[in-house]
Structure formats: C-alpha cells, structure tokens
C-alpha cells in the first residue's frame, strides 16, 4: 500500500477505520508506524506512532500530527507549529551565559520537534510524546479541580510559557486547559504548551531591525474558545499579550476553584461577553470564597488595566502566585497530585484537530 493511500486510512475523514500498526508513514531519514488514533479533525488527525528504523532496545513513541494540504486554506497549522517552535528554539542560543537558566525555564514548556516531510496530498510533523492535558487532570479529580498546591504552581508554569511565547513575538490566542499537558515519566512535574493552530505573529522588524508591535487592525474575527476568550476577542478587538494573559487567567480559575467560571455552562457568545463584563465590576464572582481571593484579584485587575501596547510584567503576576501559595498555606514546589499516583498513561494529545475552538 503506498503512502498516498494510506492517508485515505489515516482517520483524516471523520469515522475511518484505521489500521494499526499496518499503515506506514515515511520520511527522508525513518518510518513510523501507526499505533493508534490520538484525535482527528476536519483538516488532519493526530496519531501515535512508534519509529520502525530505530536500533533502541524500546522503540521510541511519539505523536503525528498530519495536514491535508487544501488550496484554499490560508494558513497551514503545522507550519505555524514549527515556525513557533523553531523560533523559541533561537532562544537557547541567543541568549549569554548568565541568562541560560531563564531561557531552559522557558523551553522546557515546548515540545521538541522530532521530523517532519512533505507528501504530495499531505504533510506532518512527528514530536515528543507528552501525558494527560491539564483537562483531563482535573477531570479525574475528586470535584473536577486541581488543589490549591497543585493548582497554582502549574498556573505559574503555564504563565511561564505564554511568557517566552510573547517574547518571541507571538501570541497563542487558544489558551485552555485542553492545549497544556504534563509529561511523562520522569517529566510528570513539567508543564507543555501545546496547538498553535490559531496563533498570531504580534511584532515586525522595523528599519532599524528592531521587534516592534504591529499596528492593531480596524476589526478582527472572534478566535479561539469562548468559555477562555478575553473580552477583546469578544469585541473583535485586535488582541495583544494582555489577552493571552487574560485567558490565562480564566484558565487558572478553572483549575483552583471548584464551580468554575462563572459563565461554564454558557455556549453563546453574546452571554458569555455579558457575564465577562460584569464581574469587571464583582470580581468576587469568579473566586467562590477561595482562600487567596485577595491575590488573585490583584492579578485580575491588573490585566484589566492593561491596552494593546503595554508589556505584561510577568514577575509581578508570579509574585502575586507565590503570596497566594503562602496565604493558603501549599508548598508550591511540592509533587504534583498525578505524580503521587505515579501514573505515566498517555491521554489524546490536547490541542488535536477538531476541538471546541473557533477558527475561522
């Protein structure tokens, strides 16, 4: 069977039936085979796959991503994926000596790209195997929430990887907990970002050869999942890191506090922008009485009083996380839960194709 029928067996149409461990994807330098469907969508799928060329005792695992090439599609995800990461890799050596620390702090939260190829129909992109998405963690606990301990300081790490997003000139525009995801085995403790499918380039070079932001656009279309969405995607405003962070914060409250957001069992745009809009005024909506209401108001208003242009300070945010781990007494650098229960399964790859996103 050649690779270009394989892909008709590739789970890229929705209810195909897929071969395991029969369909064969090669590009210049191994094959994989596929194991199994990790997720799928209108314009590709998600696969685990094992490398059939590699001389390891075990054979390493790793995910697939595959895109169907289609005329009339603008912008290709894959493309955006490796463009991202290949530029947060530039950090690594960029940076001087004394700045290394910071800069593996920042890259330990992307994954690594492994290989990709083009096909006449088709292309993908193979990466490093990451575990469960932060959703799905906090589906498994006991009241559908992380502990406050657990909670906040994968917050923190979370922030760190909008951080070096933003200082690559990027913005994420889906922050959720289905696009974060912990690793696995000896790397359960670390957080991935994760499906720059609806990502933006923010800022250009001037003529000096500078980084600058770009100029806002007139109007622009609602991205991304309206139960995360910042108010200014709501007002199809030109978003900026602010919004990242906003959403980034929604997120964090859907992890810490067990009912959630305020508007969780909302699906209309138009209400959830309503309901966004009023705890403006009653931030006390959001917190259900959480032990650090106070410091995560702080952060909350601070991100309401940021615009377009200004610069996120990052370190007073994390600040305001670590008085907040103080003030309910949790050790934020203490095991996480599903390390305790020393479980290194792999879940779907958050971020596959076809999720709740709004992308056009």
Known sequence: MSEEDDLESLGVKSGAVLQSGKTVLQSGKTKYVIIKLLGEGGFGAVFLVQDMVSRERERPLFA????????????SKL??????????????????QQKKDKAERFLRHFTEIIDRAKKDRYFFLVMQLVGKSLADLKYERRERVLSLGTGLSVSHQCLEAVQCLH???????DLKPANYACGLKDKSHNIYILDFGIARM??????????????????????GTVRFASLACHRNVEMGPKDDCESWFYLLIDLLVPKGLPWRRENDKIVVQKIKETVRKSPEMLFNKIKCEEELTKVFTYLNNLEYTDSVDYEYIYQL??????????????????EIQTTTTHAPISGAPGQESIKK
């Open 79 to 96: 493309k955006m994926e490796i463009a991202i990461l290949k530029a947060v890799g530039t950090i690594r050596h960029n940076e001087q």
């Open 321 to 338: 996380l670590e008085e907040a781990g103080k003030t309910c007494a949790v050790d934020l650098s203490a095991p996480y839960e599903w």
């Open 202 to 223: 923010y800022k250009k070079k001037n003529d000096l050869g500078l980084m600058e932001i770009k100029t806002p656009r007139d109007s622009v279309l609602f991205k």
């Open 167 to 173: 200082e690559v000139g990027y913005l994420h525009r």
């Open 64 to 75: 697939l991503k595959v895109e169907k090439k289609l005329d009339h599609r603008r912008h």
